[in-house]
């Protein structure tokens, strides 16, 4: 297997407005982020994803871009971002830029002129069509709710928009559109820039004709993905973008794809194809969401856990290259979700930590999660600021007449929020994130986690973290080793081998609050053992061929 630098590196993601406000408007910044630097190389990190910082009137928190060249206001300045580039070129760290290219704003010009007229040059950079039977051109559904479609008074049209009716979806099919897409992303990588990660980058081509969804239920809307996730053209699109551009620099990419499978995944990441890095998949992600939907709530059952990601370790083994994720600012916190942050918050995130950085792929730790940081539940649905819950809501509550308690529910679960409330630094006022009102309110549980404790406890999660980090920088087969599944029909315990080689390494996860019995399989010869991470204390020279273990315990042995 080749080796590369985004292979072997592990990415951190910075949501901007939640991470850390400099000057006090309760809304973080780019100064706000040069600012943590040394937290992060000292965590160990190499690269950092930064979601949107563009100019956008955030009806979607920065995902809907007015001009994809200018720095958002709040955020800072042009002058402000060149810093941040060069004092993490200036730490050895990487840079890659969310590129946000399914969609712009409403607000943005291209999209002002092309509602103006039907003749409009810039009219095809948008999808427009005329209504049917005096409603929508299509039954699609909005991933925001309501239908994906706009009527637009001026030209008497209807424009698609796959998000909110402020992210009108741009046409791909218009070459002169992909020619300005690929000017934009030299415009950033020639200041400098190590990647992309690209926004619902595999919605971009739609099956012509935009047929109607199937729609088993009978409601007014449904799902069309099957019209727009890995369109015809798509792979065609991703060859051209990375001939046009990509090729001339040494970047990484990675593409959000909801909907992708493995054997696609393969298709879009296979070195040889020349399209992208990696991907990001969701069938993990949406393991507890029952029939209805991501709200739909559903326990999540250990066993598919295990057999979704030995899918993806085993389909891209040899043939692509895994992203490995847990949680971002569109999911849950991931000790909330997977662990168990009541009783066994630290042990369950580090046991989680364990399970994700052990694996094939390049990991990706979310702000926040390197200190255990939790779902938040706010008593009202007023306190909430994302557009997915208060659209959702609306139409389930307000429209829909449905108890606004259980839906409530739902948004403690999974709205995205849980996300994005601001990063815990210390325990004074607002968490040391601003000293003005945040935008978003604070976890009330940032008194015990936050950031100032987390570095001074040699026991929590971040020095777990630091040491995951450190321990696949020093070991080879953490990076490239392959994965096999062991234990499969264990309820409690996930416990998978690592070999590269004649080495082989095996990581022991109990993904309960019991204490299970691991029983080392008879097919994993060994004669000795060392222990390279573990979330309890262990003694070194203990047996492991039959061991009890402690609710969420993890450990990682090296076997010889
Ligand atoms: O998300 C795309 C996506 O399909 C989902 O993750 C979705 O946002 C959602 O959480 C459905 O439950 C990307 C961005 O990550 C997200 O923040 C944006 O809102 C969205 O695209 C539109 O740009
Ligand atoms: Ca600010």
Known sequence: MKKTWWKDSTVYQIYPRSFNDSNGDGIGDINGIIEKLDYLKDLGIDVIWLSPVYKSPNDDNGYDISDYKKIMDEFGTMEDWERLLDEMHQRGLKLIMDLVVNHSSDEHPWFQESRKSKDNPYRDYFIWRPGKDGAEPNNWESCFSGSAWQYDEATGEYYLHLFSKKQPDLNWENPKLREEVYDMMKFWLDKGIDGFRMDVINFI????GLPEAHNPSGKTYAWGGDYFMNGP??????????????????????GEMPGVDTEEAALYTADERDELNMVFQFEHVDLDAGPGGKWDLKPLELKDLKATF????????????????????????????????????????????????????????????????????FETIEEYQDIETLNMYHEKVIDGGEDPGQVMESIYVKGRDNARTPIQWDDSENAGFTEGTPWLKVNPNYKEINAKQAVEDPVSVYHYYKKLIQLRKENEIIVYGSYDLILEDHPQIYAYTRTLGDEKLVVILNFSGDRPVFEMPEHVAYEAHELLINNYEVDDQEQIQSIELKPYEARVYRLK
């Open 205 to 208: 081509s739609k099956v012509p």
């Open 233 to 254: 053209r798509i792979h065609e699109y991703m060859q051209e973008m990375n001939k046009e551009v990509l090729s001339h620099y040494d970047v990484m990419t990675v």
């Open 310 to 377: 030995t899918k993806w370790q085993k389909g891209l083994e040899g043939k692509g290259w895994n992203s490995l994720y847990l949680n971002n600012h569109d999911q849950p916190r991931m000790v909330s979700r997977f662990g168990n942050d009541k009783e066994y918050r630290v042990e369950s995130a580090k046991m989680l930590a364990t399970f994700l950085h052990m694996m094939q792929g390049t990991p990706y730790v979310y702000q926040g999660e390197e200190i255990g940081m939790t779902n938040v539940q």
